[in-house]
């Protein structure tokens, strides 16, 4: 089913939909400084970093604010895990292995957020053009989003790319990319969100144990991207609604995410911004899942 309908977006929303990269992994921040304060019992220096941390988050909806805390990211990644790790000291923690896996896991997410600031940094002044991407770098890129995902399950599951690798309880993600020259990938910058919000969909909604699927061509006229996954799919009447600004399907409603809440979003206002086309295809029957598939022509 092409989706077609027409979105109007507030000024805060596009802030948000720009940003939107950045409120993902300031939600995995909030997420484990919030796991950290519940190991300490709630101290009230955790329960001033949790604040600070959603305060961020809500300027983002204010571009020039947002902007301002893009620029300020590695001060406030350093002040963060500066007042945490002085907490595990005056707590006696540092040998507290759980403690210990908590706070490596936070530096992580801080590197995954300095870097999602950067790219928004770097595109800022040319928002729209067109960029060479380096076909191992994008592989690289996705690899080390896959691994960011899987230590966040903190032993919950682990993600394969090798079909022999594939237990029971894991995920199978095999993810290909194909250009002219098989080296480098024109695209937007913005694009590489896009692909990142929607493997991270797919495998939020797929039982542990489904296979993800996806794949981006550059057909030196322009871009086509297709994601599938064996997950829980969409109900028929909800799949226009979807892309609306903060929906969620009836029967995802319930299920705590970590997300900003609008990928889909995103993905539409994107691929129509740069004048392309985007079809989703999911029956609700499990296992089949959903298909999404997006083309944008090179201008």
Not at 190 to 205: C, S, T
Not at 230 to 256: D, L
Request: charged share 20%.
């Amino acid at each position: 089913m092409e989706i077609t309908v027409d979105l109007p977006f507030s000024l805060d929303q596009l802030s948000l939909l720009d940003m939107h990269s950045v409120l993902n992994v300031l939600n995995v921040v909030q997420y484990e400084l919030l796991q950290i304060a519940e190991a300490m019992a709630y101290p009230s220096e955790m329960d001033a970093l949790c604040e600070e941390t959603a305060a961020v988050a809500e300027a983002l909806t204010d571009h020039q604010a947002a902007m301002a805390h893009i620029k300020a990211v590695d001060d406030f990644a350093a002040h963060v895990l500066r007042e945490v790790t002085a907490l595990q000291i005056a707590r006696g923690l540092q040998e507290d292995m759980h403690y210990n896996i908590s706070v490596t896991n936070l530096i992580g997410i801080f590197e995954i957020l300095k870097i999602r600031a950067l790219e928004i940094l770097d595109r800022a002044d040319h928002p729209t053009a067109w960029q060479v991407h380096e076909t191992a770098k994008l592989e690289e890129n996705f690899t080390q989003m896959l691994r960011a995902i899987e230590r966040n399950s903190k032993g919950g599951y682990q993600i394969v790319t090798n079909l022999a690798e594939h237990e029971a309880g894991d995920y199978l993600v095999h993810f290909d990319i194909k250009s002219p020259n098989g080296c480098t990938v024109l695209m937007p910058p913005i694009f590489q969100d896009v692909m990142r919000d929607l493997l991270a969909n797919a495998r939020k909604y797929t039982p542990p144990g489904g296979v993800i699927t996806a794949g981006l061509v550059d057909c030196g006229e322009g871009l086509r991207f297709v994601v599938q996954d064996t997950g829980m799919g969409i109900p028929e009447g909800e799949q226009r609604k979807v892309v609306e600004f903060g929906y969620r399907a009836s029967n995802a409603a319930s299920r705590q995410t970590r997300g900003g809440g609008f990928g889909l979003t995103k993905a539409f206002y994107i691929t129509k911004t740069f004048g392309g086309r985007m079809w989703i295809d999911s029956p609700v029957e499990m296992g089949k899942g959903t298909r999404i598939e997006i083309e944008i022509p090179r201008p």
